[in-house]
Protein backbone atom coordinates (compact mmCIF):
# COMPACT_ATOMS: atom_id res chain seq x y z
CA UNK A 1 0.00 0.00 0.00
CA UNK A 2 1.37 3.59 -1.19
CA UNK A 3 2.05 5.61 1.58
CA UNK A 4 2.55 9.61 1.78
CA UNK A 5 3.47 11.01 5.15
CA UNK A 6 3.52 15.25 5.51
CA UNK A 7 5.97 16.81 8.01
CA UNK A 8 6.91 20.41 8.62
CA UNK A 9 4.14 21.84 9.38
CA UNK A 10 3.45 24.40 12.54
CA UNK A 11 2.96 27.98 13.87
CA UNK A 12 4.85 30.75 11.53
CA UNK A 13 4.47 34.37 11.85
CA UNK A 14 2.37 36.76 8.91
CA UNK A 15 5.69 37.01 6.60
CA UNK A 16 7.40 33.94 7.68
CA UNK A 17 8.56 30.59 5.98
CA UNK A 18 7.87 26.91 6.16
CA UNK A 19 8.97 23.67 4.22
CA UNK A 20 6.70 20.82 3.91
CA UNK A 21 7.95 17.24 3.32
CA UNK A 22 5.90 14.83 1.76
CA UNK A 23 7.80 11.33 2.05
CA UNK A 24 6.25 8.61 -0.08
CA UNK A 25 7.08 4.79 0.70
CA UNK A 26 6.25 1.57 -1.32
CA UNK A 27 6.47 3.28 -4.56
CA UNK A 28 9.31 5.12 -6.81
CA UNK A 29 7.97 8.93 -7.24
CA UNK A 30 10.21 8.92 -10.42
CA UNK A 31 6.77 7.63 -12.14
CA UNK A 32 4.58 9.59 -9.96
CA UNK A 33 2.67 12.89 -10.17
CA UNK A 34 2.38 15.02 -7.01
CA UNK A 35 -0.24 17.27 -6.03
CA UNK A 36 -0.69 19.90 -2.91
CA UNK A 37 -3.40 20.34 -1.34
CA UNK A 38 -5.14 22.54 1.56
CA UNK A 39 -8.37 23.05 3.73
CA UNK A 40 -8.91 25.56 6.16
CA UNK A 41 -12.16 25.57 8.52
CA UNK A 42 -15.07 25.41 7.03
CA UNK A 43 -14.21 25.56 3.77
CA UNK A 44 -13.59 23.09 0.77
CA UNK A 45 -9.99 21.47 -0.25
CA UNK A 46 -8.16 23.66 -2.02
CA UNK A 47 -5.72 22.11 -4.95
CA UNK A 48 -2.47 24.74 -4.57
CA UNK A 49 0.05 23.33 -6.50
CA UNK A 50 1.41 20.10 -8.59
CA UNK A 51 4.02 18.71 -10.35
CA UNK A 52 4.14 16.50 -13.77
CA UNK A 53 5.88 12.96 -13.30
CA UNK A 54 8.61 14.25 -15.28
CA UNK A 55 9.02 17.48 -13.44
CA UNK A 56 8.87 19.48 -16.54
CA UNK A 57 5.33 20.82 -15.24
CA UNK A 58 4.16 22.94 -12.78
CA UNK A 59 1.03 24.31 -11.39
CA UNK A 60 0.26 27.06 -8.49
CA UNK A 61 -3.79 28.13 -7.72
CA UNK A 62 -3.42 31.91 -8.12
CA UNK A 63 -3.75 32.42 -4.29
CA UNK A 64 -0.37 31.11 -3.22
CA UNK A 65 1.73 32.38 -6.82
CA UNK A 66 5.02 33.47 -6.77
CA UNK A 67 5.31 32.72 -2.82
CA UNK A 68 5.26 28.85 -3.10
CA UNK A 69 7.37 26.84 -4.74
CA UNK A 70 7.13 22.93 -5.19
CA UNK A 71 9.49 20.20 -5.79
CA UNK A 72 9.57 16.90 -6.42
CA UNK A 73 13.29 14.61 -5.11
CA UNK A 74 13.22 11.48 -6.93
CA UNK A 75 16.43 10.19 -5.02
CA UNK A 76 14.77 10.76 -2.01
CA UNK A 77 11.71 9.41 -2.35
CA UNK A 78 9.93 13.22 -1.13
CA UNK A 79 8.41 16.11 -2.39
CA UNK A 80 8.39 19.47 -1.11
CA UNK A 81 6.11 22.66 -1.06
CA UNK A 82 8.98 25.52 0.48
CA UNK A 83 6.01 28.35 1.19
CA UNK A 84 7.44 32.01 1.70
CA UNK A 85 5.45 35.31 2.87
CA UNK A 86 2.96 33.20 4.34
CA UNK A 87 -0.21 35.35 5.40
CA UNK A 88 -2.76 34.55 7.97
CA UNK A 89 -4.79 32.84 5.07
CA UNK A 90 -2.92 30.22 4.56
CA UNK A 91 -3.89 28.97 7.65
CA UNK A 92 -4.87 25.07 6.86
CA UNK A 93 -4.68 21.26 6.77
CA UNK A 94 -2.11 21.02 3.82
CA UNK A 95 -2.02 17.11 2.27
CA UNK A 96 -0.01 15.94 -0.63
CA UNK A 97 -1.22 13.46 -3.10
CA UNK A 98 0.27 11.31 -5.39
CA UNK A 99 -0.91 9.34 -9.17
CA UNK A 100 0.85 6.74 -11.16
CA UNK A 101 1.46 8.92 -14.68
CA UNK A 102 5.09 7.36 -16.09
CA UNK A 103 3.57 8.45 -19.55
CA UNK A 104 2.06 11.73 -18.51
CA UNK A 105 3.41 14.93 -18.85
CA UNK A 106 0.91 16.73 -17.74
CA UNK A 107 0.12 18.23 -14.25
CA UNK A 108 -2.80 16.76 -12.48
CA UNK A 109 -4.46 19.48 -10.48
CA UNK A 110 -7.79 18.35 -9.57
CA UNK A 111 -8.13 16.17 -6.33
CA UNK A 112 -9.92 13.28 -7.85
CA UNK A 113 -7.16 12.37 -9.85
CA UNK A 114 -5.41 11.49 -6.87
CA UNK A 115 -6.24 8.03 -5.08
CA UNK A 116 -3.91 8.43 -2.26
CA UNK A 117 -2.85 10.44 -0.07
CA UNK A 118 -1.11 11.83 3.66
CA UNK A 119 -2.73 12.47 6.94
CA UNK A 120 -2.09 15.61 6.58
CA UNK A 121 -0.07 18.31 8.35
CA UNK A 122 -1.07 21.46 10.62
CA UNK A 123 -0.09 25.04 9.27
CA UNK A 124 -1.13 27.90 11.01
CA UNK A 125 -0.01 31.12 10.67
CA UNK A 126 -0.83 34.26 13.23
CA UNK A 127 1.02 36.44 15.02
Known amino acids: QVQLVESGGGLVQPGGSLRLSCAAS????????IGWFRQAPGKEREGISC????????YYADSVKGRFTISKDNANNTSYLQMNSLKPEDTAVYYC????????????????????WGQGTQVTVSS
Open 97 to 116: ATVFRPWDAGCQRLSTSYPY
Open 26 to 33: RINLENYA
Open 51 to 58: ISTSRSNT
